[in-house]
């Protein structure tokens, strides 16, 4: 037997209202760069763990972990795949003998990092726009769209990047900066694969079949059959987690 309880309306725009006064004193990006920059480290192995200075408090380190083991259990560091003895000459390579001179490559953990990144972008496009349709957040009015914006990037977090990316391109807008990084990004990701096949069968057949199993490997790491977040249903099930 099972029992269905109508969600309480009282109680979500209760959280409603506190989520939106927790976002107006400090914006999502705000909270979510410091959680970002420590997932990275955690997932990378925690690199010169004596020297990192950590920036979220000690039980944060627990939580992301725990995602390490479950969402992001695929990943691996670049660093693991490609192994450079020469960084000088690896500037300047231009030939796969030389590329075997001075690098070693796993080929199976190049295959699956470079899989793990195609798929996280098809399943942002894929999926982003039917979450946005889902939560109301697409043809909003000019007013509620600009009360989003703030909530999300908030006044101080974009002066401050705004700064940063600007000084860095000054001749460039904002705008066009930001298109033409994230455009990059995706078309990088999406064009990795099969750039790094033809590489793979320049350097020798084993790399190729290597190189393939990392594909088949990246693929089901992330995503599964019906294209959910590996992992994601472990963490659901869980106890609610917060860290910033």
Not at 6 to 27: I, T, Y
Not at 115 to 134: C, D, P, R, T
Not at 164 to 189: H, N, S
């Amino acid at each position: 037997m099972s029992f269905y309880f109508p969600p309480d309306e009282a109680l979500q725009q209760k959280a409603r209202a506190k989520l939106r006064n927790m976002l107006s004193e400090k914006s999502f990006m705000e909270r979510w760069e410091p959680v970002s920059k420590e997932l990275k480290w955690v997932i990378d192995g925690r690199p010169n763990e004596e020297q990192h200075q950590k920036i979220l408090p000690d039980y944060c380190y627990n939580i992301l972990e725990i995602y390490k083991r479950t969402t992001f259990k695929g990943f691996l560091p670049i660093s693991e795949a490609i192994m450079i003895k020469d960084k000088e000459r690896a500037d300047t390579c231009k030939t796969i003998r030389e590329a075997k001179e001075i690098m070693t490559i796993d080929w199976e953990k190049l295959g699956q990092v470079f899989s793990i990144g195609e798929h996280g972008v098809m399943f942002f496009e894929n999926e982003a726009e039917e979450k946005l349709k889902q939560d109301e957040l697409l043809d909003l009015t000019p007013k509620r769209d600009d009360d989003i914006y703030k909530l999300v990037f908030g006044d101080r977090w974009t002066e401050k990047r705004k700064a940063e990316i600007q000084a860095q391109e000054p001749a460039k807008p904002l705008e066009e900066i930001l298109v033409e990084r994230l455009f990059g990004l995706a078309t990088t990701a999406k064009k990795a694969v099969p750039e790094w096949h033809q590489k793979a069968l320049e350097w020798d057949a084993e790399a190729v079949t290597k190189y393939y199993i990392g594909v088949a490997k990246g693929s089901a790491a992330f995503l599964d059959k019906d294209g959910e977040l590996v992992g994601e249903k472990k963490l659901n099930s869980g106890t609610p987690m917060r860290c910033c």
